[in-house]
């Protein structure tokens, strides 16, 4: 009996594995570019559709490219290329939390000197750092460089004066100047290997303290303008792909009524000043409103005053009409609840989402 009930088990189990087998097949079927969209989503919690808004938008249209083939398309490339995309945006995001970003960049720098020297016998100078350990390190490079050529020269004019007289000695002396010159051409080689090393790391060093910059200038910005708002005019968030939203709920409009209140045009003012901060940074003026009457009547009235407010922050910015985007939510993102009139009121509001600069 207990045998009958062990091989019923088995069976039972070898069933459920050709069954999981065949699921995750018609999975990986109804959709090969399953892996790509799961590296993509790993990429953007890693802050890589901020970081890196070019490469994400090429890896998306990678994507719909592959979608658009069907079947014939070849998944491995945008694979790799959305893995790529999740190596990049880790990278930049340990940069980012890193405080000693540049002094760990530094030790990079002077440990390559180190093995570059290390190559040709030469120690770097231990007091020298960075760009002129660097240049230090390839003029005594090029010195040791120009002894070779020396020596080569040297070597040509005994063996031209030697021939005539020692005869297969001669050859002999010439076949060491053939060697000298040999190892000239492996030195120049790995001298010039040298110099492209040197100019990729200070690539490096450039870009990375570019990045750190633009990131510090851009929190001194965000802070700049959370300081300039009052608690009951604004206040100043930061999502996680590095969106700032600014959520106005100073600004009234009547009942019904699509055109600002008098006295309103100092918040207006402060509200561009801090849009200004972000130059070249896409900017969308949102509506919202609470629950009070028809969905569809809200919709079309967050829309419009969306549209008053951006018109008025455009001629404060000598923009032409229509450059800042605008977009009516109506009652569909509230922040608080309807259910009382302080809730109501914090969700009447205007948020202006200041997107990542490019």
């Known amino acids: 009996m207990n045998r009958w009930v062990s091989n019923s088990l088995m069976a039972l189990l070898a069933v459920l594995v050709v069954a999981s087998s065949v699921t995750m097949a018609a999975a990986q079927a109804s959709d ?35 979608d658009l083939q069907g ?43 180190l ?28 010195a040791a460089s120009l002894e ?22 001669a050859e002999a002396l010439e076949a060491q100047v053939a ?10 080689k ?40 009052g608690k009951d005019e604004a206040e100043v968030t930061v999502t996680a792909d590095g969106a700032i939203v600014l959520r106005v709920f100073g600004l009234s409009f009547g009942v019904g009524r699509t055109e600002l209140g008098k006295g309103q045009d100092k918040l207006v003012g402060k509200i561009a000043d801090a849009i200004a901060r972000f130059p ?26 969306a549209a008053t407010v951006a018109r008025l922050l455009e001629k404060k910015l000598s923009l032409n009409d229509g450059s800042l985007a605008t977009a009516g939510y109506g009652p569909d993102k509230p922040l608080a609840s309807n259910a009382k009139a302080a809730g109501k009121a914090r969700n009447r509001r205007i948020d202006v989402v200041i997107g990542a600069q490019p």
């Open 148 to 169: 070779k050529q020396v020596a080569h020269d040297a070597l040509l004019v005994e063996s031209r004066r030697l021939k005539d007289t020692v005869g297969g000695h």
């Open 115 to 142: 093995e570059i020297g290390a190559l040709f016998g030469i120690e770097p100078d231990p007091v020298l750092s960075g760009a002129p350990a660097a240049a230090d390190l390839l003029e005594r490079l090029t």
């Open 280 to 305: 070249g940074a896409p900017v969308t003026v949102e509506g919202h409103t609470d629950d009070s009457g028809r969905r569809e009547k809200n919709l079309d009235l967050s829309e419009k005053r």
């Open 179 to 188: 060697a000298q010159q040999a190892e000239i051409t492996v030195l120049r």
């Open 190 to 229: 790995k001298l010039w290997d040298t110099e492209l090393r040197a100019g990729m790391a200070e690539a490096d060093r450039s870009a990375a303290e570019t990045v750190l910059t633009r990131k510090q200038e851009r929190e001194e910005a965000v802070a700049a303008v959370r300081k300039a708002f």
């Open 32 to 66: 090969p570019g399953a892996t790509a969209r799961q590296l993509m989503e790993q990429a953007r919690k890693a802050g890589g559709r901020g970081t890196l808004p070019n490469a994400w938008w090429d890896l998306e249209n990678r994507i719909s490219q592959a």
């Open 71 to 113: 079947a014939a398309a070849d998944w491995n490339p945008v694979e790799q290329q959305a893995q790529r995309l999740v190596n990049q945006a880790e990278f930049l995001n340990q940069m980012r939390q890193q405080k000693s970003g540049l002094e760990a960049l530094l030790g990079r720098y002077d440990q390559s000197l």
